[in-house]
């Protein structure tokens, strides 16, 4: 099975979702480290029912709208508990753009040089705030109040704050030691 399923099945072994929320699970909770479209999720969520892992009931609402709310089935989550329960591999470097930019930046003035570096590092740092502000609000200040889905939520949310953090120190990193190699060190940028 492809890691889409298992996060579909994680999802609704917390509760029961419709597509819609699902897909809306993706773009918020998920979006920081796992993504899927509408047009993935709709057929994933048919596979799934199709083998008996979730099963739906339709509901009904106001004009005649129909949605179908997806459930877990016990085959389903037994399929989930041992892929939760399995260890993973390390997976290769993911792709960089940026990286693969900043490899082939020779050819670059060192200005330009200074602002895809600076770039990047605002970039990185507003997505920093993003999360420390998902960190205060998921947490109120006290982690150790958390039930379990919200500890989770934030172990997870940890890792992307410590990922950007690293990223910021990085790339703080790389512009003072473009500039001390281009003898700009201390000028006003």
Known sequence: MGTLRYAVLGLLNR???????????????LSEFW????????PELRSLADEGLVTYEVETGGTALE????????????AFLAWERKPQKLKP????????????A??????????LLRGQLAAHEERLEH?????AQLTGGDP???DDKGWSDYLVLLGAIEREEG???????????????TGRVGEKR
């Open 15 to 29: 509760e029961d979702l419709t597509g819609y929320e699902l897909t809306r699970a993706f773009s918020s909770s």
């Open 35 to 42: 993504s899927a479209r509408h047009s993935q999720i709709y």
């Open 67 to 78: 949605k179908k709310r997806y459930s877990i089935t016990a085959e389903g989550r037994r």
């Open 93 to 104: 470097t993911p792709k960089d753009e940026f990286r693969l930019q900043l490899f082939f």
């Open 106 to 115: 020779d050819c670059l003035k060192p200005g330009e040089r200074e602002a």
């Open 131 to 135: 999360l420390r502000a998902n960190q």
């Open 144 to 146: 150790s109040a958390l």
């Open 167 to 181: 990223a910021c120190r990085w790339l703080r990193r790389c512009i003072e030691l473009d500039a001390a190699r």
